[in-house]
């Protein structure tokens, strides 16, 4: 199959990569700085290339966002109001005290000032550190207690879960209300609403470098809480050749990332890349229907649009008839990240938009794309693509971590180290992040694991390579559910199923499901006293959904009288997933003994 979007019917004539293979040949990433038409006195700091740069450059009467919500709200920001707006919060945030390095909790909707505040904080020199706010207290008190995070700006709807949780939070000292009614805030929270503030014209914006630290996001594995996978400003230059390359955004495009900021996907590609290149961007933030969607993308006249295979799978779930009754021929370019992009999505896509979905992958800790298809590409429905330009990626036996030479075999996907937008740290977890590098020296700093080309960094998932080169994603080689495109850490459900006062002891794994992928399905041991019954189980899965989020709430309990355990007591969950997905149990004994 071969796309059709850059076909000259549709008035394009060429994208962005132009050739794969000639890009592969004579690739740098000084390419990147091209493309900004960068010089090097100039100040790299996320914040200000994103607004204070793109208006200096002559843009600043473009539209940068245009902002859609529940009912027919609506609004529209040019770079100049970017530049303004989050002027204005990194000004209120210095003046509050907040310094440079400190992190910044940003919890709150899709609403303009998450946007304009995600640019103050990197400005002001904060650590800018999305959370999603449909997190519950649990989650938020997790996450905020790792990172010490000074600051959270937040809105009235949201600010409750952090007044239960903020006396166990002793460096949570400013609680800053964005959006709501300012009498009903309690002693101690400041309100600071940008767009009834004045305009702050001029801010003098921390001189960052290259390493200094910009985003963190936290993503869970199947052990222990949630890590906080730290980047750096220099990252912009990977997000940047990424979004001109795959995305393949160009000055006139209006770009819709459905992504929430709260993930990698909405930082990444929903803000830095896009404005960064002076994009004009769309958010929607309203729930998920299809005509809503189809209407959001109508209304707007979107060109570039970027989701998820849970969303393109909801609306094929509603039909070709739907998308039939909305005028769709703005779209010239989709791409796909987060799941495994099932064959049929992409057919479905092509028949029913007359593009196809690309899909895209890479992680948290990426940063950046890492394994895509490219405009242009003949792309093979059901694969990844293959590797960015730039980066050298393996597939590596799953025994000895030698890069499997034989097309077909599956591996383990991994990457040389290096690449600009690469995590940094673990957030005070060093033997977390060596325990990511394939061969990596005992004690070795992350520094010198990042700069060592001998090392693999091995993504924790699996793939085959078939013989042109092409990756097939196989699955997850971890107990991590992937729900929608949200990893959910099956400890943090565990942990927090335990705490409900009938419960004795919890696994947790995703059982398959045709929209989301993978939801989560318990299993659990009761106490004495308690009897198992669906009351009990409505109990329960509310309990998880306020504690932690509505992703982490199972959809299935099923109660046992004891759960399968190694001797050592470690709950058996590879028996409990291969049961639930029909695979081979296997040879028990050879299951995990540790
Ligand atoms: O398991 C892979 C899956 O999502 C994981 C990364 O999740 P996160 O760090 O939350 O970042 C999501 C968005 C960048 C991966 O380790 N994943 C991501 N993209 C794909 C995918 N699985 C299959 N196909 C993809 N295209």
């Not at 080689?477 to 943090?492: K, M, R």
Request: with cysteine.
């Amino acid at each position: 199959m071969t796309r059709s979007a850059h076909d000259s019917e549709k008035g394009v004539a060429l994208s962005n990569i132009g050739s794969y293979e000639e890009r592969l040949e004579n690739f740098d990433w000084g390419i990147a700085r091209e493309v900004l038409s960068w010089s090097d006195d100039e100040l790299l700091n996320i914040g200000a290339i994103c607004s204070d740069r793109i208006c200096a450059r002559g843009h600043a009467d473009k539209v940068a966002l245009i902002w859609e919500g529940f009912g027919d709200r609506k609004s529209t920001y040019t770079f100049r109001d970017l530049k303004v707006r989050s002027n204005g919060f990194a000004q209120f945030l210095v003046d509050q005290g907040v310094a440079p390095g400190d992190r910044v909790c940003l919890f709150m909707d899709k609403i303009p000032s998450l946007y304009f505040s995600f640019l103050g904080v990197l400005k002001m020199g904060g650590i800018a550190q999305p959370l999603f706010c449909a997190f519950g207290d649990e989650s938020l008190e997790v996450r905020l207690a790792s990172a010490g995070t000074k600051a959270i700006l937040t809105t009235q709807k949201h600010v409750k879960k952090v007044r239960k949780i903020m006396e166990r939070l002793p460096e949570l000292t400013h609680v800053i209300v964005v959006q709501g009614n300012p009498e009903k805030l309690k002693d101690g929270e400041v309100f600071f609403d940008v767009e009834s503030a004045p305009p702050v014209e001029e801010f003098d914006v921390y001189r960052s470098g290259p390493e200094t630290p910009s985003v963190l996001h936290y993503t869970s594995g199947t052990t222990g809480q949630p890590k906080g996978a730290q980047h750096v400003h220099g990252s912009i230059w990977g997000q940047v050749l990424t979004t001109s390359w795959v995305l393949d955004l160009r000055d006139d495009d209006v770009y819709w990332c459905t992504a929430d900021p709260g993930w990698v996907t909405g930082t990444s590609y929903g803000i830095i890349g896009p404005w960064a290149l002076g994009i004009t961007q769309c958010v929607l933030d309203s729930g998920f229907t299809s005509s809503r969607w189809y209407q959001f993308i109508q209304d707007n006249r979107v060109t570039v649009w970027y989701s998820a295979p849970t969303a393109i799978r909801s609306l094929m779930r509603d039909g070709e008839e739907v998308a039939r009754g909305y005028d769709l021929s703005s779209l010239r370019h989709l791409a796909s990240v987060g799941e495994p992009l099932n064959a049929e999505a992409v057919v479905w896509s092509e028949k029913t938009y007359g593009l196809p979905f690309l899909d895209t992958f890479w992680q948290t800790e990426t940063g950046s794309i890492m394994i895509s298809n490219y405009p242009g590409m003949t792309i093979r429905p059901g694969s990844m693509g293959k590797p960015f330009p730039g980066i050298t990626a393996a597939v590596l036996d799953l025994k000895t971590h030698e890069p499997i030479e034989e097309p077909g075999n599956v591996g383990l996907i991994a990457f040389r180290p290096g690449w600009p937008s690469m995590f940094r740290e673990y957030r005070n977890q060093p033997d977390v992040y060596r325990g990511k590098f394939a061969g990596a020296p005992d004690g070795a700093a992350p520094d010198e694991l990042r700069a060592n080309p001998d090392l693999w960094y091995v993504s924790g998932d699996r793939s085959s390579i078939d013989a042109d080169g092409y990756y097939w994603f196989v699955g997850r080689d971890d107990d991590v559910i992937n729900t929608g495109g949200h990893l959910v850490g099956p400890f943090e459900i565990e942990s927090a199923l335990v705490e409900h006062e009938a419960i004795a002891e919890a696994a947790a794994i995703g059982k398959p499901d045709k929209v989301n992928m993978e939801v989560v399905k318990a299993f659990v041991t009761l106490n004495p006293g308690y009897e198992a019954s669906g009351d009990l189980e409505l109990n329960v899965m509310n309990f998880i959904r306020k504690k932690l989020s509505p992703l982490a709430m199972p959809q299935e309990i099923e109660y046992m009288d004891k759960l399968p355990k190694t001797r050592s007591g470690k709950i058996l969950r590879r028996y409990l997933r291969a049961i639930e997905w029909g695979e081979e149990v296997g040879d028990l004994s050879t299951l995990e003994d540790d």
